[in-house]
């Protein structure tokens, strides 16, 4: 048995895919998994890809600094989006896109981990 990290349902470990190109089962099952295909397709057809010499927004790197960051093969920007309204916010680095969803799209989240790396104690040197 192995849960789901989408749906939260513990479901048997045949309905979960491999990894592509690894050994080990997918975190999130084969319906999660195809729905999250499909999302990601209509993201694709619609928004396409970002303009030429286009700058992740967070990490400030260029296509070029960022190529290979998704694994080998795979195009330097993801299509960001809300995973609860599955909107659109627009392109980002793989390393960016994780550390976000690493977060959980959770505000509160990223706060305490600003406030961990930069704690309050030490702005004073920083002004």
Sequence with gaps: MKKCIKCL?????SKFG?????NFLRPECRECN???SRERRVLKKKY?????NYICPICLRNGEQ???????GRPPW???HNHKTNTFRGWLCHSCNRCIGGFNDD???????KEYLCP???WIFWK
């Design 18 to 22: 491999k990894s592509s190109g690894a």
């Design 48 to 52: 396409g890809d970002p303009p030429p």
């Design 9 to 13: 349902q513990v479901l048997e470990e």
């Design 78 to 80: 993801v299509r960001d």
């Design 34 to 36: 195809n729905k999250l």
């Design 66 to 72: 960022v190529k290979g960051s998704g694994g080998k």
């Design 120 to 122: 309050k104690k030490w």
């Design 107 to 113: 505000i509160t989240n990223l706060q305490r981990a």
